[in-house]
């Protein structure tokens, strides 16, 4: 008997239907005719950026120590005594950078589209839910570095939890796992950056690929209408993507190696402290108002991205109109989040 025939008699499935079944989801899918343009691939970076975080995170935990006492040596060891550590460590740390920038870049692609209307609300929902969980993933992520950086920064963040009316102590609580930010904080940290983030990033990545699939994808005005299968056309590209990505991250991590800073002290308090630059924009906001102000408006401001597709039906019954004032409230964002960063970055 051979290998296949002994496998198909313990695993009895209709093989070629199993294979006809792929070709249709997989293989088949009709991708519209505008995908052969570069930038209408923004969808699959995220993707590909999020893959390889995996990958590298799973690498780095096999050494990663999460206890005040060794995460800063453990972190220390795989860049500088680990083979390949610091390439592992720095395609971790520059794929959450690019992760941003690359989420940044389809959320604005996907704005100025108007790919967000009827009936595509809700996926337009869940991408901004996948958003603020990669803002997560960073803040956690970098947080246990327990360098003075990552330490005051971890002080400083959580700290805003606590201005939540109502529920804000018990946040602080259990973020921390005490008032102060301890070895428990770094547990909890690190439970949420390798566990709880992940298995939530994937359920919503899922919720968004199959409500993607069930709609399709927005087809935008000036390309020929029609579609072409998937394969092999649109995996190639993806392939391509991937291997630029990763040759882009390489380069990066060998010109800016990941550094390693001072190990914390909670005793010494640095005279600057900084998130890191895509958490400027907010930064530096609430530098500028009262805490409670700058709190209440930036949690308005989120609730109104996520929501705009069921808000701008609302501003006016003309398509034309709806359209021109969403471009202008696109622009205005991306003028001032961009300000707001360079004057953080440069001039603070």
């Not at 895509?278 to 906001?285: D, K, V």
């Amino acid at each position: 008997m051979s290998m296949k025939e002994w496998f198909k008699e313990r695993f009895p499935i209709d093989y070629e239907k199993f294979v006809e079944i792929n070709e249709n989801i997989f293989l088949k899918e009709p991708i519209p005719n505008h995908m052969k343009k570069w930038w209408y691939c923004s969808g699959a970076m995220p993707l590909i950026l999020f893959m390889l975080q995996v990958v590298t995170g799973i690498l780095l935990s096999f050494y990663f120590v999460p206890s005040p006492e060794m995460a800063f040596e453990s972190v220390r060891h795989i860049t500088e005594e680990i083979r390949m550590g610091f390439w592992v460590r720095g395609i971790h740390r520059w794929g959450s950078n690019l992760m941003v920038i690359a989420l940044l870049l389809h959320i604005t692609r996907v704005f100025f589209t108007n790919a967000y209307r009827k009936p595509r609300e809700l996926n337009w929902i869940v991408g901004v839910m996948l958003f603020l969980l990669t803002l997560a993933f960073a803040f956690t992520g970098y947080s246990l570095l327990n360098n003075q950086l990552a330490y005051w920064a971890t002080t400083v963040g959580t700290n805003m939890f606590k201005q939540v009316p109502v529920v804000g102590g018990l946040l602080l609580d259990f973020l921390r796992g005490g008032e102060d930010v301890t070895a428990n904080t770094l547990t909890r940290f690190f439970m949420i950056h390798v566990m709880f983030l992940p298995l939530t990033m994937f359920l919503v990545i899922a919720v968004h690929i199959i409500i993607l699939r069930v709609h399709g994808v927005s087809e935008p005005e000036g390309f020929p209408k029609g579609h072409y299968a998937f394969y092999p056309h649109h995996f190639f590209k993806i392939i391509i993507l991937t291997l630029f990505i990763l040759s882009v991250m390489s380069a990066l991590t060998v010109i800016f190696p990941p550094g390693l800073g001072t190990p914390a002290d909670p005793a010494q308090t640095p005279l600057h402290i900084k998130p890191e630059w895509y958490f400027f924009p907010s930064y530096r906001f609430l530098k500028l108002v009262p805490l409670l102000v700058g709190i209440a408006l930036t949690t308005a401001f989120v609730l109104g991205f996520m929501f705009w597709p069921f808000i701008e039906p609302i501003i006016s019954k003309d398509l034309k109109v709806r359209t021109k004032f969403s471009y202008f409230v696109g622009s205005l964002t991306i003028v001032f989040t961009v300000g707001l960063t360079v004057w953080e970055m440069f001039f603070a």
